[in-house]
């Protein structure tokens, strides 16, 4: 635990957790306009979390003090939370019984002075359906294997600043 404590205070440990969730924004954006998948209302949610990973990432990256860390650590935390239960609701969407249930908006709800999928439609618009799972590896839906990403985003944040607490009683 005390390596994982020193290396948590390291650029590197959050050049790591940038280059990790800048690559799955790239790939989204490559299945979307690579491939011709359209993403949902959900799709573009459970972005804005890993956005929010990445923002969390350069925080620390940009000032890498124990208050911006404390930040870091927080919006990490909480983007990855909150993108597991966006995949949790998306996979609930996907396996309802009734094919008739779409339990999403047909556009993202975006705060007023933030209207994402105005200003940056290739990024933030959601043309798609939620319903949709045409695309599919070893048999789970992209929203399954973002649910096991964000798990796994949440399960390392809770294992550093457990390490980090650890590491503080020593002192």
């Given at each position: 635990?005390?390596?994982?404590s020193l290396w948590s205070t390291k650029r590197s440990a959050w050049l790591l957790l940038f280059s990790l969730s800048l690559s799955l924004e790239i790939a989204a954006l490559v299945f979307q306009h690579g491939f011709g998948f359209e993403p949902c209302v959900m799709c573009i949610y459970q972005r804005n979390a890993l956005w929010g990973i990445v923002l969390a990432s350069t925080v620390v990256l940009i000032s890498n003090t124990p208050w911006t860390r404390l930040f870091g650590y927080g919006l990490w935390l909480l983007s990855s939370v909150w993108g597991a239960l966006l995949s949790w609701e998306h996979i609930d969407i996907l396996t309802?019984?009734?094919?008739?249930?779409?339990?999403?908006?047909?556009?993202p709800n975006f705060p007023?002075?933030?209207?994402?999928?105005q200003w940056l439609p290739?990024?933030?618009a959601a043309p798609g359906?939620?319903?949709?799972?045409?695309?599919?590896?070893?048999?789970?839906?992209?929203?399954?294997w973002l649910l096991g990403i964000?798990?796994?985003?949440?399960?390392?944040c809770v294992i550093v600043v457990v390490s980090r607490l650890m590491d503080a009683r020593k002192l």
């Open positions: 635990m005390n390596r994982i309802a019984s009734n094919p008739f249930y779409i339990a999403c908006d047909a556009m007023a002075f933030l209207p994402l999928h290739s990024m933030f359906l939620c319903n949709d799972d045409s695309w599919q590896l070893l048999g789970l839906t992209m929203p399954h964000f798990s796994l985003f949440a399960l390392t």
